[in-house]
């Protein structure tokens, strides 16, 4: 089993510097996983790095974690932007923890015409933003991923597009195509819009239960 991964808010530390837990995350780390002094963790900043160390003490309510390893590190294309409109109760802290353990960089929640979901107070989105941001930040930590997935809300549908130069995919119930076929680099040239016979086969599929988001399935997309 791999060492339990920790987020620390700071630089690329040195070999033998310490670096210090959240209360929140010392109290997992010790009550939960039971952790002691020498046992081996991961950390990361969510942004730059990630590296290696061994615990070694708690001091006023943080657990004090001796660096043993810490490299630079960037993000792997393609760059994956998730945008939809927030649905209601827990669903939408659900969707942002799958999202963020699949390995999703940034998601974007829409304020669409038909939203059922909407957040005209500053303060209060604010505040929900930061609860959905510490979903993520956990499921990255459960998932054991350096990044965590950014959550931003207030865009139009209209800011979900403006990609360029990147490529832009819309989910569809009743695609025919695979989002590998989609991605950069793939010579399937699934980036297009489908001929009548996919749209039956896919209406067909849509009502037998085959198609949806278990597979993955997109239809159209557009590319610089």
């Known amino acids: 089993m791999s060492a339990p991964l920790f987020f620390v808010d700071l630089g690329l530390p040195e070999h033998g510097e310490l670096a210090y837990l959240t209360p929140e995350d010392t109290k997992h780390a010790l009550r939960s996983l039971r952790l002691r002094a020498g046992d081996e963790v991961s950390l990361a900043d969510g942004r730059s790095w990630t590296g290696r160390g061994r615990l070694v003490q708690e001091e006023g309510g943080r657990a004090a974690v001796e660096v043993t390893e810490a490299r630079r590190v960037v993000r792997r294309p393609p760059l994956v932007s998730i945008a939809m409109a927030p649905p209601k109760g827990d669903r939408l802290a659900w969707a942002v923890q799958k999202l963020a353990e ?101 209406r067909r599929r849509a009502r037998a239960g085959q198609a949806g988001t278990s597979r993955l399935d997109f239809a159209r997309c557009r590319s610089s």
Not at 127 to 137: D, H, T, Y
Not at 139 to 146: G, I, K, L, T
Not at 147 to 174: C, I, K, N, S, Y
């Open 102 to 202: 699949i390995g999703a960089d940034e998601l974007l929640l829409m304020d669409a015409d038909r939203s059922v979901r909407r957040w005209r107070d500053q303060d209060r989105a604010g505040r929900v933003l930061g609860r959905l941001g510490l979903v993520a930040r956990e499921a990255a930590m459960q998932s054991r991923r350096p990044f965590v997935m950014e959550v931003v809300g207030g865009g139009a549908v209209a800011d979900a597009l403006l990609v360029e130069p990147a490529r832009a995919v819309m989910l569809w119930e009743g695609a025919v195509h695979p989002l590998q076929a989609t991605l950069p680099g793939t010579d399937d040239p699934g980036c297009r819009h489908p001929s009548h016979r996919d749209r039956r086969r896919g």
